[in-house]
């Protein structure tokens, strides 16, 4: 099987240690799903440097903290249409310097990539980039002007395109999961910051899926997060699934580096693929 780690939102919780952990590790390749800084932009590009440092083969897609001024992110939020057409202009130029500061790590995002370790081949494809998670499609200026998409169909066309090119199996990189996995604040991408709770996934990917399924592609899991692990009001979410043989995994454990019992403790997700199937298990490094 293929060894693959997955790092949730990172928020600020990756360093030189991380760094060299990783590159000792065993890992054929490294997820990252988004969220590099805090509740700003600021060490972004750090963080990015950070992960373009490491040695194994990385796969990035930008979630709605990166790559997006302060102003811009509190606009998606309220959905206030006037600031966020007067605070995108920004997130162009912000997203060029991410990506340069990634290094040699893939930055991805409505794109698809061929993977073979070790005689085992499957296809990598990373859905909607900068996700928000719910009804609204976030950042859409910039989606617009960046692949054509304005609209949640045409995002889900979009994925559709990208299923039908992709060769079986599939493992999808997303920010956020896909919709149709619960609606309680405690389901891997419910909603816990409203009272009426909700379901709070990408209804594009929900319907990319489905499309996999009537084309006879095999869709190995999801690999995502945004939605953190503990949940406002206490407690956490559940953090794997398990749906018509699709395993969809929230990684977003934040904050990743945390004391426990005086010991610094450092999450990700261990993945193990073969053509026909994936498993994952919480790892914490000490």
């Known amino acids: 099987m293929i060894k693959i780690a ?3 939102d990172i928020h600020g919780g990756f360093d030189e240690t991380d760094i060299s952990l990783f590159n000792k590790s065993d890992y054929d390749l490294v997820l990252v799903v988004g969220d590099l800084p805090g509740r700003t932009h600021v060490g972004t590009y750090e963080i990015a440097r950070r992960i373009g440092q490491l040695t194994k ?14 102003i811009q992110l509190l606009a998606e939020l309220k959905q206030s249409q006037s600031l966020i057409e007067r605070a995108h202009k920004k997130q162009f130029r912000l997203c060029e310097q ?12 409505y794109s698809i990539h061929p993977i073979s370790i070790g005689g085992i081949n499957f296809t990598l494809l990373a859905a909607r980039p900068h996700s928000m998670g ?3 499609l976030a950042y859409k200026p910039f989606l617009e002007a960046k692949f054509g998409i304005s609209t949640m169909d045409q995002s889900t066309q979009r994925l559709n395109e990208l299923i039908d090119r992709a060769e079986s199996p599939i493992l999808v990189l997303a ?6 996995l619960g609606s309680s604040r405690e389901d891997i991408f419910g909603c816990d910051f409203r009272p009426d709770q909700g379901d709070f996934g990408d209804h594009d990917l929900e319907e990319a899926i489905k499309h996999a399924k009537i084309s006879g592609k095999r869709i190995l899991g999801v690999v995502a997060g945004h939605m953190h692990h503990k949940i406002r009001g206490g407690g956490e979410r559940v953090t794997q699934v398990e749906r018509d043989n699709v395993l969809y995994v929230n990684t977003a454990r934040v904050p990743r580096i945390f004391k426990d019992e005086g010991k610094i403790m ?4 261990r993945l193990h693929l073969s053509e026909t199937e994936l498993t994952a298990e919480a790892v914490y490094w000490t």
Do not use: Q, W
């Open 6 to 8: 997955a790092i949730g």
């Open 57 to 70: 083969p990385v796969y990035f897609i930008p979630g709605n903290h990166d790559g997006v001024t302060m």
């Open 98 to 109: 991410l990506k340069e500061s990634l290094g040699p790590a893939n930055y991805c995002g």
């Open 134 to 136: 719910g009804a609204p």
């Open 175 to 180: 920010h956020n999961g896909p919709t149709g």
């Open 266 to 269: 450092r999450h990700h997700v």
